[in-house]
Structure formats: structure tokens, C-alpha cells
């Protein structure tokens, strides 16, 4: 408890200092070059000198923690993926020979792969499915808040919650686990599903699609209502079936849209780490980039070279959708 | 709009919907109801029938002959093998390989002229036309339907033994104050990169979206020696709340200022520039009109940004201790599957626990939250 009034108080300063901060330096500018009450070259020349200093002010205090934050982590990371596990001694590329030499870092690359193919596009295929069909029936917002949930709850919390699915009572006992009463409800053997190789992947991508198909419903349906409807009378006048119209009209209609669904779930699939750690930590074969580098932080003591490097590999991994983010958002403020 | 006037399709379409709700609600549902059963069912039995009572075999011992009664001439040990329980038992043996060789409510005979009967409640009595000798009382197997129990034990449990009561309050000490700072320092960014003209505007803007996909993971190693650098110049311990506090805010502030310039700026011009011919400068425009107009797309800001620290794992581990006044409810939560990985009473409860407030914010909230999904992402669409 007696944190929490800590944390609250120092939440009122920290938004107090901001305040003072953003109202001081302002006060101060409008001191040092007034403008207002005067007319003349030397009010024109204050509002000059103002209008060119205030959105410095404005930006400071993002500018400074955005550095601190994101810019400079990120060329110090390139810099400590060439030197040693203390980040003392220049060794050139020995980190990324020594990486794609390891069996673990491969077949950590292969897993991000499959994960990469496999959960962007079945979330956004059922994110596509449940936005076309809610939009039919008349408790389809119910149906989307249901499916949307997932995305609230942590990934240590979905992974505890399909854990349970997954449980595994040895053949014979009554299985608690939901996949593997299933399984043997039908004649099956239960299995446990998480220690299987290869196979285990897709267990632990089925979490990961939970929780990320409303977020492509909530997008695409969206994109769906922006459709115009023109475009779909016209197909329907010209005798257009409901497939038809799905396919040849509205998804076309959409592939911006389904591309920005895309990348932002690719994003989220190559920094996946809770869901790893939490259900195998890597064990099975089940092991990705993410929960790898953060394995080579701390294991005997910490490796900050190998741990960079595996961090560059995500990064470089990234770029291409940066940039192509950078290229729409630049397009979008020329079209403003 | 498609296929409303044909019902065979519309019903294929309410099906299907029905079938895929069920689907993405189903986990959620055994976890809460499993978190309510009787920990002793919840091992045993799976969470679908929590509501049917479930037939168990048991075993359980008469009193000893020495509390036998003289009634009649004979002699007799009664009881409730139940003791007051709501369970019936439906069948009951004295024999461990014929544990339901009787009825419930036939007469047993179980030699030297003695008999045992259970009856349906659990009450049972030995009859012995002998007075009966030993000290300990016979073994009865029986089969007894046991109803439904559900209850708060687990969540009492977990609160205490396991710890998380002490991690959700450290959850709301890292998520409130990591949620509210930053927004103020976004927003006036956001302001100067949406109305003010400055040299380098569009290059900080292209900065900005670029820093959105910056892997966590490029941040961390540098970061964990810059705290530990300055913990050790400054003589305080490396990881602190402050630090995750200014770790989150910085990770926010891409997301914040990106949101919050993308609605700003399309706010109309008009109002700025009559506020500008009245003679307000930008610092009076910022506060008085463009802060109060922008509430939605803050409110939208602050939910993810309250979402993301509350469920946020990684952060915490590298940037917060894992001492009992440090350790949020994920982290907690990842120990608890380690250590007490079998205990389904435990780890449901827990996970309840640490979903509960997320869930909440999400069914309150949803309409800001969709908003900012939407203002977040869609481009070129």
C-alpha cells in the first residue's frame, strides 16, 4: 500500500514537473521576447525569435527520452554486437560467425520463420472471416467484443490459460486438459502437446492467433464499412453472387488495409517472447530469436555481445517494414 | 448485405459466427470456472463438468468398536460416513476388489453372524449379535455422487500464500504512473509536429514512425548498462520504479506521439487560426483548445499504454527487481508455472487474477480502445 501512495505521489510530480516544465519555459520565452503590447521591427522580430524556439521547447522533453529510450539503445546495440560477452573488446563479426554456427540460433531462425508464415496470416485470415460475417447479423458487436477480448489479457495469461488446454494426464486417467479430452473422446491417445518437436510451434502460434484476430477483425471490419457501396450495388446489378462480390470487389478494395494488418502483426510475431518463455522456455525445440537474446543476457552471468547480435538480427529482420511505414506515412502528410 | 434475403445462408452465417465465438471464449471460460471449483474436483475432473456431480470411489472406516451401543440385545457401531456432506451413495462394499458389491441400503453380511448396511445419506450401522472386540473399526468402500462444490478458496489462497495480493499492487505502482506521464510530454510533441512550422519537422515526423517498430529487444542490453552506470555513479540500486516508470514512457512515447499527432492535426484549421487572429500564441492555443478537443484520442493512448505496462513481461524483468515489493503479476505468474506448475487451483486463480483488471478496462472501455486501433493503423486503405 504504502508504495502505491509513492507511486501516486510521485506520478502528481512527475506531471507537476512536466506541467512546470512546459508553463515555465514558455513564461520565460514570452519574457525574454514579449510581443504582445508592442508593434513595430522589434515586436515582428521577438515573434520571430519565439515562433523559431518554442516548438524546440514543445519537442524537449520527448526529443531527450525518445534518444535515451530508442536511438542511442539502438546504435549502442550495433556497436556491442561486435565486441565481447563484457562489451570490452573489439571482436569484429565473431558474434555473428559464432551465431550462425550455433544450432540453437538456427534453429531459432527456423521457428521465427514458421511463426512468421503461419500467425500473421491465419490471424488475418480469421480476422477477415468474423469481420465479413459479423457484419451480417444483428449481434455481430457482441460476437466482435467476444472475439476481440483476448487482445486484454497478457500474453503470460493466455499462455496460462492455453497451458490448461493443453494439459496432459498420463493414458487412462480422466484428462482435465480440454485438447486432450477431446482427443481421447474420439478414440485418440493423448499426447503432451508442448513437448512434441516441430509440432510444438503451432501450438504455442495457435495462442498468439487468439489474441491477435480481433485486432485484424477490428481493423479490417472497419476497412469492410469503408467500402463504397456503389461499388457493390454495381456488382449485384450485374448479377454478382455473394462469393463474387467478397473476392473480386471488396477484397481488392481492402489489400491496403489487409497490408498494414499484415506488417503490424509480423512486427509483434518477431519480438514474441511471454508466450516462449512462459510455456517450453525454449525447451522442444521450440525456441525463437526473442526469448533467445534474452536467454544470452543473463546466462552465466550475462553474454552482451552474443545478446546484441541476436537483437541486430530482429532489427535487420525489421527494417523492411520500417522503411516502408516511413514511405506510406510520408505519402500520407503530402497528400494532407 | 449480401446474403440476408436468402435464409439457408444466413443461418450458415449465424452458425458459423456462433461456432467461432465459442471458440475464442471457450479458454477464458475454463479458466474462471475452473479457478471457482473444489480444488480436489478441479484435479480430478475437467472444467466441462464442474456442473454434473461426479462419481467417485472412496474409502472410509466405522467408528472403533469401542463406540458400539447396546440396543436390543445387539450390539451396534453407527454413523455417517459422509459426515453431513451433500454426497449419495449409490453402492458400498467391504471388500477392497468389491468396493460396490452392495446396494445402497441392502444388508451386508460381513461374517460371524455380523451385517453392515449404507444407507443413501452415508449413514451406516454394524449390527453384531456379540459384543465386538478391536480397536479399530472396519473399512467400508462405497461409490458416492458427489455434487458440484465451487468456491473462493483458491483466490484466498493465492492472495496470501502465493503472493500475488503483494504483486497486484505492484502491478498498479508500475502501471498508473508509467500510464499518466508520458501523455503530457506527448502531447504538446505531438502539437508541435502537427500546427507548428519548424525546420526538420518531417524528418522528426519519418523518426517517429521509424521508432515505432523498434524491437524491444535493440533496447535492452544498452539500457541495462546505462541503468547499472548510473545506479553505480549515483550510489542507488540499478533497478527502481522510477527507472521503469521513464523505461515505459520512452518505449510509449513513439505510439503517443504518432496517435496524438495524426488527430491533432486533423482538427480543423479554422479554430487555431482565429485563436491566432485574437492574438493567442501557440502555448495558449496548445492548453486551452487543442488539449480539451483532443480528449478522445488520449483516452485511446492511455488504454493501450495502461494495457501494455500492466501485461508487460520483458520490461519488467530486466528493469524491475524480483524482490515481494517488485514483482508485478506476469512475473509472478511465470514463477508460479514453474514452481507450482501442477497446481491448477493455483495457476487458475493467479491468471484470474492478473486478467481481471485488463478485462475490466477493455469491457469499460472498448470505444476508445477500438478508436485507437483504428487511428493507429489504418493508412492507405
Redesign the interface.
Known amino acids: 500500500?504504502q508504495?502505491?501512495i509513492?507511486?501516486?505521489a510521485?506520478?502528481a510530480a512527475?506531471?507537476l514537473a512536466?506541467?512546470a516544465y512546459?508553463f515555465g519555459t514558455?513564461w520565460i520565452l514570452?519574457k525574454l521576447f514579449p510581443s504582445?503590447g508592442l508593434t513595430g521591427p522589434v515586436a515582428s522580430r521577438n515573434l520571430r525569435i519565439?515562433?523559431?524556439i518554442?516548438?524546440?521547447l514543445?519537442?524537449g522533453?520527448?526529443?531527450f527520452?525518445?534518444t535515451?529510450?530508442?536511438?542511442?539503445?539502438?546504435i549502442?546495440?550495433v556497436w556491442?554486437s561486435l565486441h565481447d560477452r563484457a562489451?570490452e573488446n573489439f571482436v569484429g563479426l565473431n558474434n555473428f560467425v559464432w551465431m550462425f554456427n550455433d544450432g540453437e540460433f538456427r534453429q531459432s531462425i527456423y521457428n521465427n520463420f514458421l511463426w512468421l508464415l503461419v500467425v500473421p496470416a491465419a490471424a488475418t485470415f480469421?480476422g477477415l472471416?468474423?469481420a465479413a460475417?459479423?457484419?451480417?447479423?444483428w449481434w455481430?458487436n457482441i460476437?466482435k467484443?467476444?472475439?476481440?477480448?483476448?487482445?486484454?489479457?497478457?500474453?503470460?495469461?493466455a499462455?496460462?490459460?492455453?497451458?490448461?488446454?493443453y494439459?496432459y494426464r498420463a493414458e487412462g486417467t480422466?484428462?482435465?486438459?480440454?485438447l486432450n479430452?477431446v482427443v481421447v473422446y474420439f478414440g485418440g491417445t493423448p499426447e503432451a502437446w508442448v513437448t512434441l518437436p516441430f509440432w510444438n510451434n503451432f501450438f504455442l502460434m495457435v495462442i498468439l492467433i487468439?489474441i491477435q484476430?480481433?485486432?485484424a477483425m477490428?481493423?479490417l471490419s472497419?476497412?469492410l464499412r469503408?467500402i463504397p457501396e456503389e461499388t457493390?450495388e454495381a456488382a449485384v446489378i450485374d448479377g454478382a453472387n455473394?462469393l463474387q462480390?467478397?473476392f473480386k470487389i471488396m477484397i481488392p478494395q481492402?489489400w491496403?488495409?489487409i497490408?498494414?494488418?499484415w506488417t503490424?502483426i509480423t512486427?509483434l510475431v518477431?519480438?514474441v517472447?511471454?508466450i516462449v518463455?512462459?510455456m517450453t522456455n525454449g525447451q522442444w525445440q521450440s525456441q525463437v530469436l526473442?526469448n533467445l537474446?534474452?536467454d544470452w543476457?543473463f546466462r552465466g552471468g550475462g553474454d552482451?555481445g552474443r545478446?546484441?547480435a541476436?537483437?541486430?538480427i530482429?532489427?535487420v529482420l525489421?527494417i523492411p517494414?520500417?522503411i516502408w511505414?516511413?514511405r506510406?506515412?510520408?505519402?500520407?502528410?503530402e497528400g494532407? | 448485405m449480401i446474403a440476408s434475403s436468402r435464409s439457408p445462408l444466413v443461418w450458415v452465417v449465424h452458425l458459423s459466427v456462433i461456432l467461432l465465438v465459442v471458440l475464442w471464449t471457450l479458454p477464458t471460460a475454463g479458466l474462471l470456472i475452473s479457478s471457482l471449483r473444489d480444488k480436489d474436483q478441479l484435479a480430478v475432473s475437467g472444467w466441462w463438468t464442474a456442473l454434473s456431480t461426479s462419481s467417485q470411489n472412496l474409502t472410509g472406516r466405522a467408528a472403533s468398536p469401542e463406540a458400539q451401543v447396546e440396543r436390543d440385545g445387539k450390539f451396534v457401531i453407527a454413523g455417517n460416513l459422509l459426515e453431513g456432506g451433500d454426497a449419495k451413495v449409490s453402492a458400498f462394499g467391504f471388500r477392497p476388489l468389491q468396493p460396490s458389491a452392495f446396494k445402497a441400503g441392502a444388508l451386508a453380511d460381513i461374517g460371524d453372524g455380523q451385517t453392515l448396511t449404507v444407507k443413501d445419506d452415508g449413514s451406516y450401522e454394524i449390527v453384531s449379535p456379540t459384543r465386538m472386540e478391536g480397536t479399530r473399526g472396519q473399512r467400508i468402500f462405497y461409490t458416492a455422487a458427489v455434487p458440484p462444490r465451487f468456491t473462493f478458496d483458491n483466490y484466498r489462497e493465492v492472495m496470501r500464500a502465493a503472493g500475488i495480493g503483494a504483486s497486484f499492487i505492484n502491478s498498479l505502482t508500475v502501471a498508473i504512473p508509467a500510464t499518466i506521464i508520458p501523455i503530457l510530454v506527448a502531447a504538446f510533441a505531438a502539437y508541435a509536429l502537427a500546427w507548428m512550422k519548424f525546420p526538420g519537422r518531417a524528418i522528426l515526423i519519418a523518426v517517429v514512425v521509424g521508432l515505432l517498430v523498434v524491437p524491444l529487444q535493440m533496447s535492452l542490453i544498452p539500457l541495462l548498462k546505462l541503468y547499472n552506470g548510473v545506479g553505480a555513479v549515483l550510489g542507488v540500486p540499478a533497478k527502481t520504479y522510477v527507472g521503469i516508470w521513464l523505461a515505459h514512457m520512452g518505449f510509449g512515447l513513439p505510439l503517443a506521439i504518432y496517435l496524438l499527432r495524426n488527430y491533432m492535426a486533423g482538427l480543423p484549421r479554422e479554430i487555431m487560426e482565429s485563436a491566432r487572429v485574437d492574438g493567442a500564441s501557440d502555448f495558449d492555443i496548445f492548453v486551452k483548445i487543442i488539449l480539451p478537443l483532443s480528449f478522445p484520442a488520449l483516452a485511446s493512448f492511455s488504454i493501450f499504454q495502461f494495457l501494455w505496462t500492466w501485461n508487460d513481461l520483458l520490461v519488467a524483468m530486466v528493469f524491475l527487481g524480483t524482490g515481494n515489493n517488485e514483482l508485478v503479476l506476469t512475473g509472478r505468474l511465470v514463477n508460479l508455472l514453474g514452481s507450482r506448475g501442477g497446481n491448477w487451483e493455483i495457476l487458475t486463480a493467479s491468471a484470474f487474477i492478473t486478467i481481471i483488471v485488463p478485462l475490466i478496462v477493455f469491457f469499460t472501455l472498448q470505444r476508445y480502445l477500438v478508436r485507437g486501433l483504428l487511428a493507429g493503423s489504418v493508412k492507405g486503405g
Open positions: 500500500m508504495q502505491l509513492f507511486a501516486i510521485t506520478m512527475g506531471v512536466c506541467a512546459f514558455n514570452d504582445k519565439t515562433n523559431a518554442r516548438p524546440w514543445f519537442l522533453p520527448a526529443l527520452s525518445l535515451i529510450y530508442l536511438i542511442y539503445p539502438v549502442a546495440s556491442l562489451g480469421f472471416i468474423i460475417l459479423t457484419d451480417r447479423i455481430g460476437a467484443t467476444l472475439i476481440f477480448m483476448p487482445m486484454a489479457i497478457s500474453f503470460v495469461g499462455s496460462v490459460i492455453w497451458k490448461f488446454i494439459d480422466e484428462q482435465i486438459g480440454l479430452a487468439w484476430t480481433g485486432f477490428v481493423i472497419a476497412a469503408g457493390v455473394g462480390i467478397f481492402m491496403g488495409t497490408a498494414v494488418v503490424t512486427i518477431l519480438k517472447f511471454d518463455l512462459a526473442a537474446m534474452f543476457m552482451f545478446g546484441a541476436i537483437a541486430v530482429i532489427m525489421v517494414i520500417m511505414n516511413i506510406n506515412a510520408a505519402k500520407e502528410m494532407h
